[in-house]
Every structure is written in C-alpha cells, then in structure tokens.
Nanobody, 127 residues
C-alpha cells in the first residue's frame, strides 16, 4: 500500500484548501484512513479519520466544523477539505493507514497505530 498526499500550499487566514491522499494498492471497499498533522517541535496529531465500519468520519475539536473528509472510490483518494484556515493550522499534513486498523474498522488518532504513511504535504497559513 502506498499513500501520496498533494494539495498543500501557502494561503491567507480564512482561506480554503483541499488536500488529497491518493491510495495505491488498497481496495477502498475496506479502509481506515486518518489525516495527521505535525508542526515544528510538536508531536504528530490526528485531526480527522474515516473507516468503513460505518462510513462515518471523526474530527478533533480543533477542526470540527471547518474540515471535511471524503472518500472518492473512483479516483481512490481520501480528500480533506479545509475551510476557514487559521495560522495554527500550519503544519505538514500526512495521511496514514494500517492493515490492523482496516481489519478493525476503527481509526484511532495515535500515530503509533499506523505503519503506512505518505510523504506529507506542507500547509502554511499566514498573512
């Protein structure tokens, strides 16, 4: 399985950006994929996840109502639509998955639970 993120960039506060995680080698009939982010000097934190146990998405409080995660099974991507971006959203964003997470149908936010990561894409929110 390979994950490839794209869509990062430099934007002003209040702007929107969509990140895409291309999934290679995984049948998206079954999935558990989580978006993480990491700022300099900070631990990697999970921000949003989706698992097809029930197809529902989860978000951490810091992004709830601003970020929306969606799965496109035709394009085989998991997209993170980010609205009303803030300077504190600045980070390298990663998508991650793991076979045990896929089997369980649950996507926790602990980074150590995942063994497959993309290379990351930088998001910078600055005026």
């Amino acid at each position: 399985v390979q994950l490839v993120e794209s869509g990062g960039g430099l934007v002003h506060p209040g702007s929107s950006l969509t990140l895409s995680c291309a999934v290679v080698g995984l049948d998206l009939r079954y999935y558990a994929i989580t978006w993480f982010r990491q700022s300099p000097g900070q631990a990697r934190e999970g921000v949003a996840c989706v698992a097809n146990s029930d197809g529902s998405t989860r978000y951490v409080e810091a992004v709830e109502g601003r970020f929306t995660l969606s799965v496109d099974k035709t394009k085989k991507t998991v997209d993170l639509q980010m609205n009303r971006l803030r300077p504190e959203d600045t980070a390298v964003y990663y998508c991650a998955t793991d076979y045990e997470r896929i089997r369980s149908g649950f996507c926790p936010y602990a980074a150590y639970e995942y063994d497959t990561w993309g290379q990351g894409t930088q998001v910078t929110v600055s005026s």
